[in-house]
C-alpha cells in the first residue's frame, strides 16, 4: 500500500490551504501474480543453417485498491479491480554459421505488455487499459576481422504495435492510462567495435528507427511519433586496460552518448512537449587490487542542463538530466 500526501502553500498568510482544496490523500495497492512456461527447439537444417523456433506462455493475475481524497470537495472514490491477462509469444529465427566469426540471422517475434486498471477515473477516463502487443521483425549479421580486433554488427527490423499504452492527461485534469491505437516503422542498429591494441579497445553505435502511429486515438494523431522514443541514438566508448605493477590493473573508460528529442503528444489537450537532444559524457578510472577496486568516476563532466522528460498536463515541471556528479568510491567482492 502506498500513500501519497497532497499539500500546499498559498499566498495569503494564515489561510488554510485544505481551503483551497489542495489538500488530498492517495492510497493505492497493486498485486501482479504470473506463471509462465516456454519452450525452445533448435534443428541443424545444414552444418551452418539451424532453426530455433519457441514459444512462451504466461497468464498474468494483476488486482488494484485504490481511494483519492479531497475532503474540501467531498471527493472520496474507491476503485477496485482485478483481471488476468494471458498471452502466447512465439518466436522463429534462421540463423547461418559464415565461417568462425560471423553470421546472419532473420527472426520473427512477438512482445506483449500486460494490460492494468487507472487508480484515479473521471469523465473521459476508462477503470482499465487493455494489454500492448509487438511483432518484430529483424535481419542482421554479425562479423569479426583480423583474429577479432575488428568486430562489427548491422541489424535491420520493422516493427508492428498495437494497443499502445499511453500516458495521459484527460480534461479537466485527470492523469491517466489509453490504448493509443497501433503504430509501426522501420529501425537501424550499427556497432563497430576495434581493438588496435591489447589494452585500447573503441565502441561505437548509432541507432535509427522511425516509429509513427498507424491510427489516431484520443491523445494521438495519425503520424505521430511514440511518446519520449527519439528517432537517432549514438554512443562513443573508450576502454582502457592493463597491469601497472604486481597485482594491481588500471581500468579506465571515457563514453560519449547522444540521445535526440523526443516529444509527448497530447492531442485532447492541443499539448506538443519535447525533450532536449543531448549529449553527455562520463568518465571512470579504477585500480584493482585483487578482489578489490578502487575507483573515481565524473557523470555528465560538462554539466549539460537537458530536458529528459518535459512539462506536460498536470506535471508542472521537467525533468533534467542529472548534473555533473564526481565521486570516489571503493568495491570488495567476497
Do not use: C
Not at 14 to 43: K, M
Not at 100 to 129: C, H, L, M, Q
Amino acid at each position: 500500500m502506498g500513500v501519497t500526501p497532497g499539500d500546499g502553500t498559498t499566498a495569503i498568510v494564515g489561510l488554510d490551504p485544505a481551503s483551497l482544496g489542495v489538500v488530498f490523500d492517495f492510497n493505492s495497492a497493486t498485486s501482479s501474480e504470473v506463471w509462465a512456461a516456454y519452450a525452445t527447439v533448435s534443428y541443424d537444417l545444414t552444418e551452418r543453417l539451424i532453426l530455433d523456433a519457441g514459444g512462451r506462455y504466461s497468464a498474468d493475475e494483476r488486482t488494484l485498491f485504490s481511494r483519492f481524497q479531497i475532503p474540501f470537495f467531498g471527493l472520496d472514490q474507491v476503485n477496485t479491480g482485478s483481471d488476468t491477462f494471458n498471452t502466447f509469444n512465439p518466436r522463429v529465427a534462421l540463423t547461418y554459421h559464415a565461417g568462425e566469426d560471423g553470421i546472419f540471422y532473420g527472426s520473427i517475434s512477438k512482445g506483449f505488455r500486460s494490460g492494468g486498471f487507472n487508480a484515479i477515473t473521471g469523465p473521459g477516463v476508462p477503470a482499465t487499459y487493455d494489454p500492448e502487443t509487438l511483432w518484430t521483425g529483424e535481419l542482421g549479421l554479425k562479423q569479426g576481422f583480423a583474429d577479432g580486433r575488428v568486430y562489427w554488427e548491422m541489424a535491420v527490423y520493422y516493427n508492428d504495435y498495437s494497443d499502445i499504452q499511453s500516458n495521459a492527461v484527460v480534461p479537466p485534469g485527470f492523469a491517466a492510462v489509453l490504448n493509443s491505437g497501433s503504430a509501426s516503422g522501420p529501425g537501424v542498429d550499427l556497432l563497430l567495435r576495434l581493438q588496435p591494441t591489447d589494452h585500447l579497445t573503441v565502441t561505437g553505435t548509432i541507432g535509427y528507427n522511425h516509429m509513427r502511429f498507424d491510427t489516431a486515438a484520443t491523445d494521438k494523431a495519425e503520424g505521430d511519433p511514440l511518446d519520449l522514443v527519439p528517432d537517432w541514438n549514438a554512443s562513443l566508448a573508450i576502454d582502457y586496460s592493463r597491469p601497472i605493477a604486481a597485482n594491481i590493473d588500471l581500468n579506465a573508460r571515457l563514453d560519449i552518448d547522444y540521445t535526440d528529442q523526443a516529444t509527448i503528444t497530447l492531442r485532447q489537450l492541443s499539448e506538443i512537449e519535447s525533450s532536449d537532444p543531448r549529449t553527455l559524457a562520463n568518465a571512470r578510472v579504477a585500480l584493482v587490487f585483487g578482489n578489490t577496486e578502487v575507483y573515481a568516476f565524473a557523470n555528465n563532466i560538462t554539466d549539460e542542463a537537458r530536458i529528459v522528460n518535459p512539462a506536460f498536463g498536470a506535471f508542472f515541471e521537467p525533468i533534467y538530466t542529472r548534473p555533473r556528479t564526481i565521486g570516489l568510491g571503493v568495491r570488495a567482492d567476497f
